[in-house]
């Protein structure tokens, strides 16, 4: 399992601690073409990341999220998406930002396709769960339930038979 892990590039940062992946923006640079700003996504949103070089030197990682595709190769778009943030191709930390998304994202698809599920919230607080109405024994059940009396000697073959008789409204 990865720990935080987090990457400064030419148009902003981004970091990602096991549950979220923030992308911070600021600089020049960063503010001249995307603005300003925090972007923070839950790993449950995302789909993917698109690691790729864009030139001899750099490259872009973008995140994806349900309803988005990675910028093309020469796309202008990935210097305008919050979402995305170029990099200087030497450097390791974007491939470590990208492992550690990868393999959470692995992580949560082998937790889903193998039935394994996080266990549920707790109650809110004075929750009880509904009870269920007490069900009357069956007239067998009750009629067994007097042989088993009598035949331990709690029960006369008179009280029986009285009592027998009065289960099947005799």
Sequence with gaps: MFGPVSAKGRTGQISFDGRAITITRGGILARGLSGSGTTTVPIEQVTGVDFKPTGANHGRITILVAGTVAPRQNSTRSSTDPMTVDFTLH????????????????????????????????????????????????????????????????????????????????
């Design 91 to 170: 450097s390791n930390d974007f491939r470590r930002v990208r492992d550690a998304i990868d393999t959470a994202l692995r992580n949560r698809t082998a937790m889903t396709t193998s039935g394994w599920t996080m266990p549920p919230p707790p109650p809110p607080p004075g929750w009880a769960p509904p009870t269920m109405p007490a069900q009357e024994p069956s007239l067998a059940d009750q009629i067994g339930n007097l042989a088993r009396l009598k035949e331990h000697g709690h029960l006369s073959e008179e009280e029986f038979a009285v009592a027998k008789a009065k289960l099947l409204g005799l």
